[in-house]
């Protein structure tokens, strides 16, 4: 199977997570896998793409609302 891959505006756009945000946490390790293709021979930098599952599998991975793990008691 091939893999599909999209661009970090791609997955900014698509997911509703702010560009800024995304590349914060591709820098501290807490959002997607990514793959970071170079740019020419002797030069930094270089694109950064998603595949398609790796996203998929993150945003499942993610604690979620509704039942909470532990009941709190409200006063009446």
Do not use: C, H, N
């Not at 002797?42 to 996203?55: K, S």
């Not at 909470?68 to 009446?76: F, I, K, M």
């Amino acid at each position: 199977m091939i893999q599909q891959y999209i661009t970090e505006k791609q997955v900014a756009e698509r997911f509703a997570i702010g560009l800024r945000q995304l590349r914060k946490m591709r820098v501290f390790g807490t959002g997607p896998r990514f793959t970071k293709i170079s740019g020419a021979i002797g030069r930094t930098g270089g694109r950064v793409v998603y595949a398609i599952a790796d996203v998929l599998a993150w945003i499942a991975s993610r604690p979620s609302g509704g039942e909470s793990a532990l009941e709190v008691e409200r006063p009446l």
